[in-house]
């Protein structure tokens, strides 16, 4: 049992990874933008729908274009749509992403059919592994090493480098970042660009693991909205560790509980918000006050 | 003494014999003058709806049934009784978006007949609107028991096999792969169906259920689950995962390395959640109710999918097939009754029949379920054709009486319904 419980709560450490990256997507755009970006699940499915056709095409080295073009895709998309909403009614956000989330979701369906596509790990990502008690898929491995690499790689280039500091800044107060003399048009679009290019990412590892169709990024989407509420709104730290307990309480919860699976993650986010209504780590942001 | 008054003339309507014929000269004119009034009328389409999913999870299986069924008004050169028909295809999200788009069809467009509900649970929410609005409506891809047991009405026939009448003819399968089962079904309607009736048949023959657990629709890894069932270690599992589910679950399945380890078996599976699924991990023994490269398919349905192959350029699916017989059998139901008018179509639904084999499907007249046999199908040991995944085992049940017997009787049935 104890070996089960092992093995239960690293495949609950390797979805919450999962959805660690597709809320820090939502969570940044959110932050500087404004925008509850509700396509973002479609990103997620553009991103899988691009790694699939790169790797049938020009084999799986091409893949690490999937999450660069979903990420052009997304700053197109800031650049004719997204920009002409900043500064209006927050509803009119909603109705567009949600829009675009349509959209995205047509277009696909058109372009391949809206049936689901097989789409199969590597070669030489097949296999177990079986580390005493605990059971892994070396595919899952691969995910759980990405995607901590990349949400890393993501906090030092949030930390370390002048665009990740007009970011942060941007985010507490975009005009006043914009009196200092900084391009923030150029600076939005790397932003959703930015936040795309994750749920690209996100798309690639998910598309061998789950049903790969149109409309698959739907149900990440309520993960991850409740995973930057359990964090606290823009908190880098907080979207991390309430991914990974999301992933946990599920996969426990499936455990001992199944019937109480799809709560599970909702209950958690009544406690901490009893407790702690901003968030585990959430601050007061003066915009959204 | 009391007096009984004569109606006030104020509530009757003051026409006289002047106003009527002024009234008929008027409408008399009106007609010469615009002639387009009364024959557009005479000519509107006849109007028939589809409420199929069209965007989400379960729109693959959704656009499926929806061709079958725009096929079967193709095939009739998208006319009836000598007048053109159109088919409107709604979409459906929910149980309740699928009952307000149904009452849409027929209130507002006043559709003669409505085919629809992509899953159990949105057939239940449309057959009450159906019976409250008095138009035929055919459930073709919802196997929950209900719909043509305690849940049924006079406008509510249903084409596919019921939970329980696979449960019958699939059960004797699973039985004969172990006695130990695990049961994994989706959290709702037809998977709370699957895991009863499942259950029953195992109280029934000995068989010993060693865990069971309930899947929310909106589950995207299953990894947790198949934990689960490889720890409890039983000898077959029995599956009621649906759509994209079943697709995500089989791919995962595979990848924890327990293809072909325990057997995996579920009821009344579609050809797309296989096809997603691809070569490499599908695996699995199911119940099915059409299959295009099935020997015993009609000459009727051999046609369909020569059509289906002619107009969509890839084999029919088994979902395409259940649009299109649903579908088929309102138009004959239509055609036959000369008339639009739903107790009229209602009648006809449930005199009609299309022969099959040694059988005819048929609705019964008290339920409204439609009498057919099921496949019992294996995923080929060797996938070579991207749509050819399944070997036809058998056709079950084996003899005409043994079709009907599987479906019970009167006396069995919950069904208690109505008149017109």
């Known amino acids: 049992m104890a070996g089960l419980i092992l093995s239960q709560v690293v495949i609950g450490l390797v979805n919450g990874m999962l959805y660690v990256l597709i809320a820090v997507g939502l969570s940044i755009i959110f932050g500087m933008l404004g925008i509850v970006n509700f396509a973002h699940g479609a990103f997620i499915a553009v991103g899988a729908y691009l790694a699939v056709t790169l790797v049938q095409n020009f084999g799986w080295p091409a893949v690490v274009l999937a999450p660069v073009l979903t990420g052009l895709i997304g700053v197109i998309v800031e650049m004719t749509l997204i920009r002409h909403l900043y500064g209006k009614e927050p509803l009119l956000g909603l109705i567009l992403t949600f829009a675009l989330a349509l959209f995205f979701e047509a277009a696909l369906k058109f372009t391949f059919g809206g049936d689901a596509r097989p789409f199969d790990p590597p070669g030489f990502l097949s296999g177990l592994i079986v580390w005493g008690p605990i059971l892994l898929t070396t595919y899952r491995l691969a995910v759980l090493l990405v995607t901590a690499t990349v949400l890393v790689a993501f906090w030092a280039f949030l930390r370390f480098t002048r665009f990740g500091r007009i970011i942060r800044a941007g985010s507490r107060d975009a005009e006043m970042v914009g009196l200092l003399g900084i391009n923030l048009p150029i600076v939005f679009s790397g932003v959703f660009g930015i936040g795309c290019l994750l749920a690209g990412i996100a798309g690639l590892l998910v598309g061998p693991l789950w049903s790969l169709q149109p409309s698959m990024g739907n149900d990440a989407i309520m993960p991850a909205f409740v995973i930057v509420t359990i964090g606290g709104l823009g908190s880098y730290l907080g979207a991390a560790v309430a991914g990974l307990m999301v992933g946990l309480v599920g996969a426990l919860t499936i455990q001992f509980a199944p019937g109480w699976s799809a709560a599970s993650m909702y209950v958690l986010m009544m406690v901490v918000l009893l407790v702690r209504p901003r968030g585990l780590f959430g601050e007061s942001w003066e915009r959204f006050e | ?420």
């Open chain 2, 1 to 420: 003494m009391s007096q009984i008054k004569k109606p006030s003339s104020s509530l009757l309507l003051p026409i006289g014999r002047r106003g009527l014929l002024k009234g008929g000269a008027a409408t008399a004119v009106s007609s010469l003058a615009m002639p387009w009034v009364s024959r557009a009328n005479a000519d509107a389409p006849i109007q028939i709806g589809m409420v199929w999913a069209k965007n989400g999870p379960l729109s693959g299986q959704g656009q499926y049934l929806a061709q079958g069924g725009l096929l079967a008004l193709q095939q009739r050169k998208n006319m009836l009784m000598g007048k053109p028909a159109e088919i409107i295809w709604l979409d459906e999200s929910s149980p309740q978006n699928s009952a307000q788009n149904a009452a849409k069809l027929m209130g507002e467009d006043k559709v003669v007949g409505v085919v629809g509900g992509v899953i159990s649970a949105f057939a239940l929410a449309i057959a009450p609107v159906a019976e409250k609005m008095k138009v035929p409506f055919i459930a073709a891809n919802g196997a929950a028991d209900e719909l043509t047991g305690v849940d049924c009405n006079k406008y509510t026939f249903r084409s596919q096999p019921p939970v329980h009448v696979h449960r019958e003819m699939f059960g004797p399968y699973c039985k004969a792969l172990g006695k130990k089962w695990y049961l994994i079904t989706a959290a709702y309607a037809y998977g709370q169906d699957i895991k009863k009736e499942f259950t029953d048949y195992a109280k029934e023959n000995g068989i010993e259920i060693v865990g069971a657990d309930e899947v929310p629709l909106s589950a995207t890894d299953y990894s947790s689950y198949i934990l689960k069932i490889r720890a409890a270690k039983p000898d077959v599992v029995i599956g009621g995962v649906v759509g994209g589910g079943l697709t995500a679950f089989l791919k995962q399945w595979e990848q924890l390395g327990m293809r072909g380890k325990i057997p995996f078996t579920e009821i009344s599976i579609g050809c797309t959640d296989i096809w997603g699924v691809g070569p490499k991990a599908a695996d699995g023994l199911f119940t099915m109710t059409w299959y295009y490269t099935n020997k015993k398919n009609s000459p009727a349905e051999q046609q369909m999918a020569a059509d289906y192959l002619a107009t969509y350029k890839r084999p029919a699916a088994d979902k395409a097939w259940m649009g299109w017989i649903a579908m088929k059998s309102l138009l004959d139901s239509i055609e036959a009754a000369k008339s639009t008018k739903p107790a009229a179509i209602v009648e006809a639904l449930e005199h009609w029949s299309m022969p099959r084999g040694d059988i005819n499907l048929h609705y019964r007249t008290f339920d409204h379920q439609m009498i057919n046999r099921a496949l019992v199908v294996k995923v080929k040991p060797k996938i070579t054709d991207q749509w050819d995944y399944f070997d036809v085992l058998a056709e079950l049940p084996k003899s005409p009486a043994e079709v009907e017997a599987v479906y019970g009787t009167q006396a069995q049935s919950a069904c208690k319904m109505g008149p017109v």
